[in-house]
Structures are given as C-alpha cells and as structure tokens.
C-alpha cells in the first residue's frame, strides 16, 4: 500500500501561480494530478511516468502547468501559473502500480491522496 500526501493549494488572483507537491510512501510507475469543481466529475490535469519520463497534459492546462517528479524522493510536483477561475478545484494526487499506455484515464490509478484545496478569484 502506497500513502500520498499532498500539500501546497491555497487562494490566489487570476494570472499568478501556485505549486502542489505530492510525497509518497512508496515506488509507483505512474503519478499524476487530478481535480474535481464543485458539480463536476473529477477530471485528469497531469502525469508523468517512470522510467521514461514520459508526460501527459490536459489542453486546458497546456502552456501553463508543469509536472516534475523527483524518483530519488518519491515526491511528484505540479507548477500552476497563469492560474485562471476554472482552475479552482480539489486537486488529487494519484499514482498507479502498473503500465499504462493512457495517462489519463483514473481508473487505471491505485492510489489517492486527500485532496488539497486550489481556490482562484477574477
């Protein structure tokens, strides 16, 4: 069993920038980020796989949001800039056992962290 535990999240204007960091407690293939808004399904964000380095992005946040892991640690970070009021959600650090050829899919995810609070204000 793999624990994650995110931090980081917080309130900002529109057009600044926020990170997220995820520590886990163990070796996984995949980690990536989700979110869910108030009404909506959850939806993926990012990911990356290891080995390889292999990254996925949503369009939305193409351009804008970086996702870094660090292996040596176990920790996965998420660097949001040009944060916009849709990107205000829970953001939900996952990471998965096993190869998968689609990043996105969170059904694919075995693990999930506790979510961590993203609020952006127009």
């Known amino acids: 069993q793999v624990q994650l535990v995110e931090s980081g999240g917080g309130v900002v204007q529109a057009g600044g920038s926020l990170s997220l960091s995820c520590a886990a407690s163990g070796r996984t293939v995949t980690m990536g980020w989700f979110r869910q808004a108030p009404g909506k399904e959850r939806e993926f964000v990012a990911a990356?796989?290891?080995?390889?380095?292999?990254?996925d992005y949503a369009d939305s946040v193409k351009g804008r949001f970086t996702i870094s892991r660090d292996n040596a640690k176990n920790t996965l970070d998420l660097q949001m800039n040009t944060l916009e009021p849709e990107d205000t959600a829970v953001y939900y650090c996952?990471?998965?056992?096993?190869?998968?050829?689609?990043?996105?899919?969170?059904?694919?995810?075995?693990?999930w962290g506790q979510g961590t609070q993203v609020s952006v204000s127009s």
């Open positions: 996952a990471a998965a056992r096993r190869w998968s050829p689609n990043l996105s899919l969170g059904n694919d995810y075995d693990y």
């Open positions: 990356v796989m290891w080995p390889g380095g292999r990254t």
